[in-house]
T-cell receptor
């Protein structure tokens, strides 16, 4: 069974530039999450989708971050414009609805210069 | 406000000995707890979980203990193996599922020969 797939693995951009991350969850998983992990910290939830609906985006900085999950499968997280403080690992995870554990992808490490 | 705390950033244990990783939480509404393991350049992988109705859960070499009155949980690994060297994250939820996890900052375990 294929796991959660994320791309790119690494991204280096200059501040004020836009950036996008892509995630393909495990087949059959209705719930998709985007987490951000700062250096030395644990992952923090940005947004959770149930199918194509964002059911929890309370921690998403909506002035510069946006996400979509068209057709309830793949998802894209975008930052525009990026700031220096956005440097982090962005993790995508998926689960069955009401699932008791998350399956994480390998993450995208973003460096904003 | 750090609701889930892992006060030991690192731990070194000899192969074959017991590893004990600790986690404290402040939110009494948390009712479901998980441990994740993370290798470098990979996403976190689920290790073991425990519901608040239990005080112990075992899975092979891994046992999680929950002390609700002390708001404390611990992960025991017996015997420790070199492949266990990783960062371990404690996570908690108040939904009974993994839908809204709060992670600790992680403990780096080094198992030496």
């Amino acid at each position: 069974e294929a796991g959660v797939v994320q791309s790119p693995r690494y991204k280096i951009i200059e501040k004020k530039q836009p950036v996008a991350f892509w995630c393909n969850p495990i087949s059959g998983h209705n719930t998709l999450y985007w987490y951000r992990q700062n250096l030395g910290q644990g992952p923090e939830l940005l947004i959770r989708y149930e199918n194509e609906e964002a059911v929890d985006d309370s921690q998403l900085p909506k002035d510069r971050f946006s996400a979509e999950r068209l057709k309830g499968v793949d998802s894209t997280l975008k930052i525009q414009p990026a700031e220096l403080g956005d440097s982090a690992v962005y993790l995508c995870a998926s689960s069955w609805t009401g699932g008791e554990k998350l399956f994480f992808g390998s993450g995208t490490q973003l460096s904003v210069l | 406000d750090q609701q889930v705390k892992q006060n030991s950033p690192s731990l070194s244990v000899q192969e074959g000995r017991i590893s004990i990783l600790n986690c404290d939480y402040t939110n009494s509404m948390f009712d479901y707890f998980l441990w994740y393991k993370k290798y470098p350049a990979e996403g976190p992988t689920f290790l073991i979980s425990i519901s608040s109705i239990k005080d112990k859960n075992e899975d092979g070499r891994f046992t999680v203990f929950l002390n609700k009155s002390a708001k404390h949980l611990s992960l025991h690994i017996v015997p420790s193996q070199p492949g266990d060297s990783a960062v371990y994250f404690c996570a908690a939820s108040y939904t009974g599922t993994a839908s809204k996890l709060t992670f600790g900052t992680g403990t780096r375990l080094q198992v030496t020969l």
